[in-house]
């Protein structure tokens, strides 16, 4: 069945510091694939999606690129700042109406 | 910016229990979801709920759960006698459109879920 995977928090980072957290997936056919992220004390938030291979979807200066070849949807931010600090939940859809998530990264970023 | 609430925002309960969430989807959205994350878990698909019957559900949602959208605003979960494996974090989420591409999810800051 249709599954992601993200790499496991937490992840401390200095501000100012490049970020990644990787994300892969396995599903049937070509699905939609999603960043949400979740601040303290909030809900879910939609922070970028891409709807398609090679798209790039990207928001508040983070990034992700649909890679097909390699089943990836990595999320970057180039200069991560202490408001950034929150949980980062990778999902994919396949055209159903479920989401399927991953286990969420805790991002710390320390002043 | 119109958002969705859900209500409480912690509940304990004994095991054994009925249990009801309750979630208040954004006015204007057609499709309505529950997921739940236990601790350090996925977090996992339950349900989706179109036109006042349910659409999709997983094998999660078993007959303990049920679902219902008794007065055109309120989205609630039940469970029926709850167990202590179903402690966790339930989101309540909505959306505008079922489709792929215009489907966003907009999700509730949950309801802890503690059974004793």
């Known amino acids: 069945g249709n599954s992601v995977t993200q790499m496991e928090g937490p992840v401390t980072l200095s501000e100012e510091a490049f970020l990644t957290i990787n994300c892969t997936y396995t599903?049937?056919?070509?699905?939609?694939l999603f960043w949400y992220v979740q601040y303290p004390g909030e809900g879910l938030q939609l922070l970028l999606k891409?709807?398609?291979?090679?798209d790039k979807g990207s928001n508040k200066g983070f990034e992700a690129t649909y890679r097909k070849e390699t089943t990836s949807f990595h999320l970057e931010k180039g200069s991560v700042q202490v408001s950034d600090s929150a949980v980062y939940f990778c999902?994919?859809?396949?055209?159903?109406?479920?989401?399927?998530f991953g286990t969420g990264t805790r991002l710390k970023v320390l002043a | 910016e119109p958002e969705v609430t859900q209500t409480p925002s912690h509940q304990v309960t004994q095991m054994g229990q009925e249990v009801i969430l309750r979630c208040v989807p954004i006015?204007?959205?057609?499709?309505f979801y529950w997921y739940r994350q236990i601790l350090g878990q996925k977090v996992e698909f339950l349900v989706s709920?179109?036109?006042?019957?349910?659409?999709?559900k997983s094998e999660i949602f078993d007959d303990q759960f049920s679902v219902e959208r008794p007065d055109g605003s309120n989205f609630t979960l039940k469970i029926r006698s709850t167990k202590l494996e179903d402690s966790a974090m339930y989101f309540c989420?909505?959306?505008?459109?079922?489709?792929?591409?215009?489907?966003?999810?907009?999700f509730g800051e949950g309801s802890r879920l503690t059974v004793l």
């Open positions: 999902a994919s859809r396949s055209g159903t109406y479920k989401y399927i």
């Open positions: 599903a049937t056919g070509y699905p939609s």
């Open positions: 891409a709807t398609k291979a090679d």
């Open positions: 006015s204007n959205h057609l499709y």
């Open positions: 709920f179109y036109n006042n019957e349910i659409s999709e």
């Open positions: 989420a909505s959306s505008f459109s079922g489709r792929v591409n215009t489907g966003e999810l907009f």
